[in-house]
């Protein structure tokens, strides 16, 4: 550093001593009795009746006098005994030492020798980085901050060299304090604060009877440690990673999904939070959406721009919480476009998950098409339903690599299990209830909206209805459109609508039917169908969700194609309930296909796209 900046920069410094005298009368405040302090100046102990001794690495310099013992040392090795201070004061220290392995090095020490602790160190979440003395620039990719470090304040007045920089730049690493808990795990983590931000945490071990203190492992502490050993041996909690999702709702048929995936990567030692909201208005008739006990629920915020809905979900200062964040791919969603500047500073990895398209026709709008494209192809990680979705997003150009096939799936197996215990009498009663008494009886399940084409299925139904004499259908769902199969079913004795049924109370409605009709887009209803050996009718719809893969035509289920009428959908549907062999021929291939998907593949497989996205270095894309 040139000389002719020290004065001026020393004095900038200086203008912290306040936060530090006060910081050490609230230390006095609480401790006392025999204290050493680890990185420490003489200085700093000027009090008569003191007992003090100060490691550092370097010795004292001339001007630093004080009451204290000075011993040359290295804080991630204390020449030591166990419990041998009452209190070990650390300030300001934590974030010089290196990598995270010597922080919980020094963490292990400190709490080996000391019966107490006090360790300060600066909070990464502080907008203005102390060292440097420069707004933001810790917040940025670490290669970046290099390139600007000759232009902070620090140093435009010191004019480092560029070996100094790479120095400054290779010790000082800002923790978290998420970090900081995790290196002291049996401490009380308080806040300082200046100008209402956090400037620094504190951890602080107050009553040291009530914690064990961590014994020293032969042979091991003047040894250099990998990442697990460094952890094992300091007797820090492992800083795990952490995944948050962010999703504006949670339907019914996710929870078994989250809950797994949750134990999936607690395996793996990584964290899952789930961050979800109430409901939108389009949502809330379809009363199919539910509340995690275990996640975090936040306020959304509706309102249209531009004559378009926008939705506001808060999430700022959850984001810097995660190593990965997964958002929902949805043009809407302010908040995506706030995780995608994050991610371009270097603070978050952002993945998508999701279609790899708008499917719903009513949903296209220019703007927001060109703006899910661009995301789609800079977000770190993807996380598509299944190969048809993985197709659309290589479409927009992202890598292959980059994709993670989740094969989008429900508890077939909890499905399974619900229908082996309904018998012939439940039936019979279910039947009787519902006054249904034609042979040839079909099923709707699903949200009741603009693209599951509800008028086409009624006109259709009408003319099945006159070619085969005892049809009747049951519609299972709610939504906008519900009202439109209400007022047909007050006029036809044969059309019956039940609302909304979910997991196991819709499993006596599917076996009371041979065929489930959607003639618009198909959703994991089609796995439903197929668990319950009910094969699906549609049509080749361009909005078709990525769930039409499951779908064999001819095989599990039909695809009525060319732009159908109502009639030539009829005609296909009353084709299959007049042949028993086509019918029955249907059966066996949703009873081969439902083999191949499952809500824990699902899970495996989301798991190890987590996996993968995490070990993409953080310079590795965006």
């Not at 204290?35 to 003191?50: A, E, N, S, Y």
């Not at 690495?57 to 004080?66: E, R, Y």
């Not at 979900?313 to 476009?337: C, W």
């Amino acid at each position: 550093m040139a000389e002719a900046g020290k004065p001026l920069i020393q004095r900038i410094y200086a203008l912290s001593r306040p936060l530090r005298e006060r910081r050490m009368r609230r230390f006095r405040q609480r401790f006392s009795g025999t204290i050493l302090d680890v990185g420490g100046t003489l200085g700093t102990w000027k009090v008569d009746g003191d007992d003090v001794t100060v490691v550092n690495l370097t010795p004292p310099k001339p001007w630093d006098a004080g009451s204290a013992r000075f011993v040359v040392g290295d804080g991630r090795h204390l020449d030591f005994a166990d419990s041998s201070f009452d209190v070990v004061y650390c300030n300001s220290v934590v974030e010089h030492v290196g990598t995270f392995d010597d922080q919980a090095q020094l963490a292990h020490e400190i709490r080996r020798v000391g019966k107490g602790y006090w360790v300060q160190t600066p909070a990464k979440s502080f907008p203005v980085e102390p060292h440097v003395l420069t707004p933001f620039i810790h917040w940025l990719p670490r290669g970046l901050q290099r390139r600007l470090m000759p232009y902070t304040i620090w140093g435009l007045i010191t004019h480092p060299s560029d070996a100094y920089i790479d120095d400054v730049r290779m010790r000082v690493r800002l923790v978290s304090k998420r970090e900081l808990e995790r290196l002291f795990p049996d401490a009380a983590t308080e806040r300082e604060s200046f100008l209402g931000l956090t400037k620094s945490w504190i951890a602080v071990r107050a009553n040291p009877e009530s914690a064990p203190s961590p014994k020293r492992v032969a042979g091991e502490a003047r040894r250099p440690l990998g990442p697990s050993l460094t952890r094992a041996v300091a007797g820090c909690s492992p800083l795990r990673p952490r995944v948050v999702i962010f999703y504006k709702s949670i339907a019914q048929y996710r929870r078994r999904f989250y809950e797994l995936l949750r134990e999936r990567l607690a395996e793996d030692g990584i964290e899952l939070e789930v961050f979800y909201g109430e409901p939108v208005s389009y949502e809330q008739a379809r009363r199919d959406r539910i509340d995690l006990p275990w996640a975090n629920k936040t306020r959304l915020h509706s309102f249209v721009l531009a004559g378009h809905e926008v939705i506001w979900q808060p999430g700022l200062t959850r984001l810097r919480r995660g190593d990965l964040v997964i958002v929902e791919q949805a043009s809407k969603l302010l908040l995506n476009y706030l995780v995608f500047a994050l991610q371009r500073l270097g603070l978050v990895r952002m993945a998508y998950w999701g279609h790899g398209r708008t499917t719903r026709a009513h949903q296209l709008t220019a703007v927001g098409e060109r703006a899910k494209a661009y995301l789609s192809r800079r977000v770190w990680w993807w996380f598509a339903y299944n190969e048809r979705s993985a197709g659309f997003v290589r479409a927009l150009g992202y890598p292959d690599d980059r994709i993670t096939r989740v094969q989008n799936a429900i508890d077939t197996a909890a499905l399974a299990a619900a229908a082996a215990r309904v018998d012939d009498e439940q039936l019979a009663s279910l039947r009787a209830e519902l006054g249904v008494v034609g042979g040839n009886v079909c099923i709707f399940v699903g949200a009741m909206y603009a693209d599951k084409r509800l008028p086409f299925l009624l006109e259709a139904c009408e003319l099945i209805r006159r070619d085969v004499p005892d049809f009747e259908i049951i519609f299972v769902g709610d939504g906008p459109e519900s009202a439109v199969v209400r007022e047909a079913a007050d006029h036809a004795p044969w059309i019956h609508y039940v609302g909304a049924r979910f997991d196991d109370g819709k499993v006596p409605y599917f076996l009371l039917a041979k065929l489930a009709l959607t003639p618009g887009g198909v959703g994991l209803g089609v796995l439903d169908a197929a668990v319950l050996d009910t094969p699906t009718v549609t049509t080749d719809v361009s909005y078709q969700g990525p769930e039409i893969e499951y779908l064999h035509d001819g095989a599990s289920g039909l695809v009525v194609t060319g732009d159908p009428s109502p009639a030539a959908y009829a005609d296909a549907v009353a084709s299959v309930l007049r042949d028993d062999a086509l019918l029955e021929q249907l059966r066996q291939g949703c009873r081969e296909s439902r083999q191949l998907y499952s809500i824990e593949d699902m899970v495996a497989n989301f798991a190890a796209g987590v996996r993968a996205a995490l070990a993409v270095p953080q310079g590795g894309r965006g």
